[in-house]
Antibody
Framework: EVRLVESGGVVVQPGGSLRLSCEAS????????MHWLRQVPGKGLEWVSF????????YYTQSVKGRFTVSRDDSKNSLYLQMNALRPDDSAVYFC??????????????WGQGTLVTVSS | SFVLTQAPSVSVAPGQTARISCGGD??????VHWYQQRPGQAPVLVVH???VRPSGIPERFSGSNSGNTAFLTISRVEAGDEADYYC???????????FGGGTKLTV
């Protein structure tokens, strides 16, 4: 059974930093691209970033470019999102997700339950 | 930039057919994926690559995509189908994953 468990969501002040983690199990982690997505409660889904299976390529939505960094540690079956220069509009539930392939361009077939990030003074 | 447009809400009686649209400029040239999100839960993939149903998804769920509109069709709608539905594509020109704004299905 595929399992994705996010952690690291907290309340942080504007301008602060945060690192989200996602521990994966139940599938060969190093074969698949992994994504981060977010959702403001009551609003729609927004893709944030993905990293390819081999970690050679990373992509970001425009609003987080230069502030967020996605990475993976295949030895720990873990995905990370380093979030810097946080803004109030970064507040959301952040989901870790696995896609069906390794390129980052395939459908997302498994999602974690999410971790809540609140950026507020 | 490419935009996916979904109606905010669709209402259907139990046992009827729901048709949820996803509009975009020549979206028929892209592969569209559909997700169901029930309240308080993570999204679930219900149709991918326009028409493919993942294992475990009922045959009542089907998809189509042509021209400027993709559709998710849910036949014999049940109360448990009440959820938000999102379409998604990979936009290769700008190299981003795009979601529609979501459609709330009320049964």
């Amino acid at each position: 059974e595929v399992r994705l468990v996010e952690s690291g969501g907290v309340v942080v002040q504007p301008g602060g930093s945060l690192r989200l983690s996602c521990e994966a199990s139940g599938f060969p982690f190093n074969d698949y691209a992994m994504h981060w997505l977010r959702q403001v409660p009551g609003k729609g889904l927004e893709w944030v970033s993905f990293i390819t299976w081999d970690a050679l390529s990373t992509y970001y939505t425009q609003s987080v470019k230069g502030r967020f960094t996605v990475s993976r540690d295949d030895s720990k079956n873990s995905l990370y999102l380093q979030m810097n220069a946080l803004r109030p509009d970064d507040s959301a539930v952040y989901f870790c997700a696995k896609e069906m392939g390794g390129s980052g361009t395939q459908p997302i077939d498994h999602w974690g339950q999410g971790t809540l990030v609140t950026v507020s003074s | 930039s490419f935009v996916l447009t979904q109606a905010p809400s669709v209402s259907v009686a139990p046992g009827q057919t729901a048709r949820i649209s996803c509009g975009g400029d020549n979206v028929g040239s892209k592969s569209v994926h559909w997700y169901q999100q029930r309240p308080g839960q993570a999204p679930v993939l219900v149709v991918h690559d326009d028409t493919v149903r993942p294992s475990g998804i009922p045959e009542r769920f089907s998809g189509s995509n042509s021209g400027n509109t993709a559709f998710l069709t849910i036949s014999r709608v049940e109360a448990g189908d009440e959820a938000d539905y999102y379409c998604q594509v990979w936009e290769s020109s700008s190299q981003v994953v795009l979601f529609g704004g979501g459609t709330k299905l009320t049964v």
